[in-house]
């Protein structure tokens, strides 16, 4: 019965919801879009930063660095109706119900001087220049014309705007302060659904090899999923690397790792048996950290 358990737990698929899907396909396909026409500029994904007034760290979608402006890129994948009133940003489903974000602008706005003020602590100084850019992904979103001054856009225009202004590399000092920066671990489950958050503890002997990590990490599993294992075995065939190093394990059982998944007031278990492959930020440097976090 064990085994069986253990066989049935390496078969069981977790589907993904819909609208998560089109929102990561969305910020795959901008991150693509960005990165064909940036020439010597560089962009950052996802980068979480420290925030000291409200504790924790608060993600910005993209960062580009070109020359010595930086745009902090705000992405959102919204159908419907998109208004603006009083900075406010309201958006109309098809249903006809009315959600009001609030100001987006100013928000990505204060994540931006976050970054900045990171910037004047490690450096003396700030960017020379910086803009906030919303970025709307849906093709079948309409949308008002935004008020004067605000750089709200679809994908192409943040493509044409790249294109129409400096493609520079941007200064060492910002390059290295991006870079000192972690994202999103992400789990990915067999069936398609992805979870988004922070790996507190691996088990299997990893913990070690991921403090120690150098740039960002993957780690593939090869399940067993033949009904002869029955009788052969159940186990699965773990490789983590990194930038330098790879390594790999067998185990049998079901083990579990913790995350604090996105979203979820507290972390949970989740079983190995379920995952396929793990895509792993790098560990953050001094500056990128919140302690206690």
Same mark, same amino acid.
């Given at each position: 019965? =064990?085994?069986?358990? @253990?066989? #049935?737990? *390496?078969?069981?698929?977790?589907?993904?919801?819909?609208?998560?899907?089109?929102?990561?396909?969305?910020?795959?396909?901008?991150?693509?879009?960005?990165?064909?026409?940036?020439?010597?500029?560089?962009?950052?994904?996802?980068?979480r930063i420290p925030d000291p007034e409200n504790g924790g760290r608060r993600e910005i979608d993209m960062v580009i660095a070109r020359g010595d402006e930086v745009l902090f890129v %705000?992405?959102?994948? +919204?159908?419907?109706?998109?208004?603006?009133?009083?900075? *406010?940003?309201?958006?109309?489903?098809?249903?006809?119900?009315?959600? @009001?974000?609030?100001?987006?602008?100013?928000?990505?706005?204060?994540?931006?001087?976050?970054?900045?003020?990171?910037?004047?602590?490690?450096?003396?100084?700030?960017?020379?220049?910086?803009?906030?850019?919303?970025?709307?992904?849906n093709h079948t979103l309409e949308m008002q014309t935004p008020p004067e001054g605000m750089w709200v856009m679809n994908e192409m225009g943040l493509v044409e705007l790249i294109e129409?202004?400096?493609?520079?590399?941007?200064?060492? @000092?910002? @390059?290295? #302060?991006? %870079? =000192?920066?972690?994202? +999103?671990?992400?789990?990915?489950?067999?069936?398609?659904?992805?979870?988004?958050?922070?790996?507190?503890?691996?088990?299997?002997? #990893?913990?070690?090899?991921?403090?120690?990590?150098?740039?960002?990490?993957?780690?593939?599993?090869?399940?067993?999923?033949? +009904?002869?294992?029955?009788?052969?075995?159940?186990?699965?065939?773990?490789?983590?690397?990194?930038?330098?190093?790879?390594?790999?394990?067998?185990?049998?059982?079901?083990?579990?790792?913790?995350?604090?998944?996105?979203?979820?007031?507290?972390?949970?278990?989740? %079983? +190995?048996?379920?995952?396929?492959?793990?895509? #792993?930020?790098?560990?953050?440097?001094?500056?990128?950290?919140?302690?206690?976090?």
């Amino acid at each position: 019965m =064990g085994r069986l358990k @253990d066989l #049935l737990a *390496r078969k069981k698929r977790f589907e993904p919801e819909g609208h998560r899907v089109s929102g990561g396909m969305a910020e795959v396909r901008l991150g693509r879009l960005v990165r064909s026409v940036i020439g010597d500029a560089k962009a950052w994904d996802g980068l979480r930063i420290p925030d000291p007034e409200n504790g924790g760290r608060r993600e910005i979608d993209m960062v580009i660095a070109r020359g010595d402006e930086v745009l902090f890129v %705000e992405q959102k994948h +919204w159908s419907g109706h998109l208004s603006f009133e009083d900075g *406010r940003f309201l958006q109309t489903r098809r249903s006809g119900e009315v959600l @009001d974000h609030g100001n987006i602008l100013e928000w990505t706005a204060r994540k931006g001087r976050l970054l900045e003020e990171l910037m004047k602590k490690e450096n003396g100084h700030g960017f020379g220049s910086s803009n906030v850019v919303i970025v709307f992904s849906n093709h079948t979103l309409e949308m008002q014309t935004p008020p004067e001054g605000m750089w709200v856009m679809n994908e192409m225009g943040l493509v044409e705007l790249i294109e129409k202004g400096n493609r520079d590399s941007p200064p060492a @000092d910002v @390059d290295k #302060l991006m %870079e =000192g920066f972690g994202t +999103w671990d992400t789990v990915h489950l067999r069936g398609g659904m992805a979870l988004n958050g922070d790996v507190r503890t691996f088990g299997l002997g #990893l913990d070690d090899w991921h403090d120690n990590m150098s740039g960002d990490g993957l780690i593939k599993i090869k399940h067993t999923t033949s +009904w002869f294992s029955l009788i052969r075995g159940v186990n699965s065939k773990l490789v983590a690397s990194d930038d330098n190093r790879n390594s790999s394990l067998t185990f049998s059982g079901r083990p579990t790792l913790t995350m604090h998944v996105v979203g979820e007031k507290v972390p949970r278990d989740i %079983e +190995w048996s379920n995952i396929f492959k793990i895509e #792993l930020s790098r560990v953050p440097t001094e500056w990128g950290t919140v302690k206690n976090d």
